[in-house]
Structure formats: structure tokens, C-alpha cells
């Protein structure tokens, strides 16, 4: 498979603006990427100048520059290489087989191909694609395995399988390899090894391991240098989440692959996010105990779903002011999403760890 088959169109101007974008454009670069309405309405809200400001991005947060076709690939250690957009990232293996790839995020695309083609006509090992590992089954991270053709031997765990079955997208074939708790990739001098340790940000998110490069690939669980993504990564199981940042570090690494932003995470990027996350939580233990109830109840009467919202809203907000505070500049985007993190893990103590607070007094 060449690195030029099947452009797309829009593929020149989208690589354009995400070059011209940089790392600073997630936002409207998803917005460019789905088009039409979408980007319309994102120009006339600037337009508008209704948009909020945020704090700048610590400069620490921000990865390498793109290349002039809107990527970069790096090597990580030996034959181990990752590729990012600045705001999804992919990782390969390149084997005297072939290429091991694991993830193939549609922003990135035909991308892969490319920097796969440069990694292996560098090396001199074949540059086919043998082994696509899928870290999940969302479509953000695995919607371009279809350029990878029917071929390629798709490896997931075996809910992947069972939700891409049940989804039908012939963007995302699902796996022909599954597994439950264990796999070990062995081809080409080169292995990995899948695990998996329950639900987290998915019910089918699994740990990729390459032990030989002290890398570990685990999507959508630490974000280096972020707070997470909207809702705690909008994860599925909130307490499964939080446990698999320890089962994270619980892993000898010196090199993380979150499958976002721009750059590599460190150990210390794994330390920083659970002392975040730890934080809400002792915010949202506080807030429970100390939110007053009374005026919501007496504001709302009998529309229970106002009650609920306003005490919610206000319980986020007073978990999420200090944290906010506090983390600002050390990881980014601290004021964009704390609060909706906050929210979340708000409800997760009250619904998943059982501490319900004013709307759990037995009568
Ligand atoms: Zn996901």
C-alpha cells in the first residue's frame, strides 16, 4: 500500500489547516474536520465574540511541530515509533515482518501510511501493515482501520469485538483476534503484550505493553500534561477508570502513549493527573458533607429535577475552584474542563461509591 493511495479531497486542505493550526486548534480543527454546519457555527460564535478566553497552554504540555502534511513521527525506543496529529496519537512496531500498528485514529489517516512508509524505507523493513491492535473500539481512535484493507489481522479484546459487531461500521472492522485477560504479540523479532484489567474509560479498554521498550500504550486513561478530556475522559465506569491510572503506573514504563495531545508522557505526567483526580475526589467528599441542601429545596418545591441541577451545578463548582486554582499552569487546560470533571466525579461518589448526601437520608 502506497502512502499516496486513496487521498481524499478534503485530505490536502485538512493537512493545510492542521499544519497552519498547530497544537493549539483542537477544537477547530474537529470543527474543520466535520465540516458544513459544525465550522459554520464556530465562525459566527467568533464572529460573535461570544467564545470564553482560557489560560494560555504551559508550554510543557505542547509537542513536537508538525511536519508540512499536518503529522509527526517519532522513534520511542529501538523499532518502536508513535505518530501524532497534536491531538491523537498512534504507536507502531516495525519488524522484520512487517508493521505491528496499534490504533488508527482518522485524524491522522492516511498519515499512518506515510509515516510508516518514512520509518521502513529508513530501516529497510517491509512496510506492510500485518497487525492492527485496537487499544478500544471508539471511532476517534480506530476509524481509519479500514485503510489498512481486509487483510491486516485486527487484534482486540473480545468485547471490542462483540461492540464493533453490534455497530456494523465499515470504518471499523471489528477484530478476528480477541482475547479476555492476556495476549502476547510475538512476529518479527518484536512483541507486545495485551492486557486486560476490567472496564475503564470503556468496558473494553485493554493495556498495551511493548517490555522491551519500557513503553506503555493505554488510551484515553492519563492525558501527559492535560487534565483529562470532559468528564473524566467521559468514561463509562468512573471508579474502573480511576483505578486504571494506578494499574497504569502499576507497569514498569519510562515512556506512555495516552493516545492524545501532542507529546509522550512521563512518569511524573502519570503522578501529576492521579494527585488531580485525587483531588476531586477529596473536593467531592467535602462538598457533601458541606453543601447546604436547604435552599435548593426550598427555591424548587416540587420540580425535583430543578433541585437536583442546581445543587449539582453548584456542588461542581465549589469542588472544582481550588482544583482549578491549584493545577492551573501545571496542567493544561485546568480552566476549560475541572469543572465538568468536577461534576462527574460529584456523581460518581454519590452513585458509585455510595455516599449520597442529602438525597440519601432514609425517611
Ligand atoms: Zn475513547
Known amino acids: 500500500m502506497t502512502a499516496s493511495s486513496g487521498r481524499q479531497p478534503d485530505a490536502t486542505s485538512r493537512r493545510r489547516f492542521l499544519a497552519a ?19 459554520g457555527n464556530a465562525r459566527a460564535a467568533a464572529a460573535a465574540g461570544d467564545l470564553p478566553d482560557y489560560a494560555p497552554i504551559p508550554p510543557g504540555a505542547l509537542g513536537p511541530a508538525l511536519n508540512a502534511d499536518g503529522y509527526f513521527a517519532g522513534n520511542i525506543h529501538g523499532n518502536l515509533y508513535w505518530v501524532t496529529d497534536s491531538v491523537y496519537q498512534a504507536m507502531f512496531l516495525s519488524t522484520r515482518n512487517g508493521v505491528v500498528l496499534v490504533d488508527a485514529p482518522p485524524t491522522i489517516g492516511h498519515n499512518l501510511l506515510r509515516a510508516i512508509g518514512a520509518v521502513t524505507q529508513a530501516n529497510g523493513r517491509p512496510a506492510k501493515v500485518t497487525h492492527l491492535v485496537y487499544s478500544h473500539s471508539h471511532a476517534d481512535h480506530i476509524g481509519a482501520s479500514a485503510l489498512l484493507g481486509a ?19 465499515p470504518n471499523r472492522p471489528a477484530p478476528t483476534v480477541t482475547f479476555d485477560d492476556h495476549y502476547v504479540l510475538e512476529t518479527g523479532g518484536e512483541r507486545l503484550l495485551l492486557d486486560y484489567h476490567g472496564p475503564n474509560h470503556t468496558p473494553d479498554n485493554i493495556f498495551i ?30 471508579p474502573g477508570w480511576i483505578r486504571a491510572q494506578d494499574i497504569a503506573m502499576g507497569y514498569r514504563w519510562q515512556t506512555l502513549v495516552g ?27 467535602a462538598t ?58 460529584f456523581e460518581s461518589l454519590r452513585v458509585d461509591y455510595g455516599t449520597l448526601g442529602p438525597f440519601g437520608n432514609h425517611p
Open 288 to 345: 457533601i458533607a458541606s453543601l447546604d441542601p436547604t435552599p435548593f429545596f426550598a427555591r424548587y418545591g416540587n420540580n425535583s429535577w430543578a433541585i437536583f441541577k442546581a445543587y449539582l451545578d453548584a456542588a461542581a463548582a465549589q469542588v472544582a475552584a481550588p482544583v482549578t486554582a491549584k493545577y492551573l499552569g501545571r496542567l493544561a487546560a485546568a480552566d476549560v474542563f475541572t469543572a465538568d470533571n468536577a461534576y462527574v466525579m
Open 151 to 169: 487483510d491486516v489481522v485486527r487484534i482486540g479484546h473480545s468485547e471490542c469485538r462483540r461492540l464493533l459487531l453490534r455497530e456494523a461500521d
Open 259 to 285: 493516545g492524545h495531545l501532542g507529546r509522550l508522557g512521563r512518569r511524573a505526567d502519570g503522578n501529576l493527573q492521579i494527585a488531580y483526580v485525587a483531588d476531586l475526589l477529596a473536593g467531592a467528599r
Open 209 to 238: 505493553y511493548a517490555p522491551d521498550h519500557q513503553t506503555l500504550m493505554v488510551v484515553d486513561v492519563i492525558f501527559p500534561g492535560w487534565v483529562p478530556f470532559k468528564n473524566l475522559a467521559v468514561s463509562q465506569d468512573i
Open 21 to 39: 493550526a498547530g497544537a493549539a486548534a483542537a477544537v477547530p480543527a474537529a470543527a474543520a474536520l466535520i465540516g458544513g454546519p459544525l465550522a
